[in-house]
């Protein structure tokens, strides 16, 4: 009967163009699902989420390892605030108002409509080409090593 049932639903989302999948089996449709079968019974204590722009993946990350400590990266100092008030609630993510980079130093970044696009290079090709995006202005900001922050910070490993 189960079987039935199911081949019977199969066949109704098929005569409206979608296909039913199982993401038991399957790589590249659930990133969180695929980092979880990867890890396999790793723990994951520190995730860092570099670039976190407004926390939209620090909340997941912070959901999905209750046990880790998250470290939420934005440069941009307006959207470093949101990316703050976002992330109130959760204790377990720490913001911080600087980018990660090869050296220590300040550098200007163009900022965009979009604040998902902001970049260290101006006319970034994807902001221009595929959002159409023209530069709204730009912001000084602080890139530290990850090694220096790790350091200062006792992190000994990052996890993911």
């Given amino acids: 009967m189960k079987r039935k049932v199911k081949n019977a639903v199969r066949m109704l989302f098929h005569h409206f163009g979608y296909d039913l999948l199982s993401f038991k089996h ?3 449709v659930r990133c969180w699902h695929d980092m979880r079968r990867l890890l396999g019974s790793a723990s994951v204590q ?6 976190a722009n407004v926390g939209q993946t ?5 959901r999905e390892y209750r046990e880790a ?15 703050l008030r976002n992330t109130k609630q959760v204790s377990s993510i720490r913001c911080f108002n ?6 220590t130093c300040h550098r200007e970044i163009t900022l965009y ?12 090709p994807f902001a221009v080409k595929f959002l159409k995006g ?8 602080e890139l530290v090593t990850g090694d220096a922050f790790a350091n200062e910070h006792g992190i000994g490993a990052i996890d993911l």
């Fill in 69 to 83: 400590d998250v470290f939420a990266f934005e440069p941009v100092p307006s959207t470093y605030q949101q990316l």
């Fill in 26 to 28: 399957l790589w590249g």
């Fill in 134 to 141: 023209k530069a709204t202005g730009t912001a000084r900001i």
């Fill in 58 to 62: 620090a909340l997941v990350l912070a």
């Fill in 98 to 103: 600087i980018g990660l980079g090869t050296n």
């Fill in 46 to 51: 520190t995730v860092f989420d570099v670039g």
């Fill in 113 to 124: 409509g979009n604040s998902e696009v902001s970049s260290l290079i101006p006319n970034a």
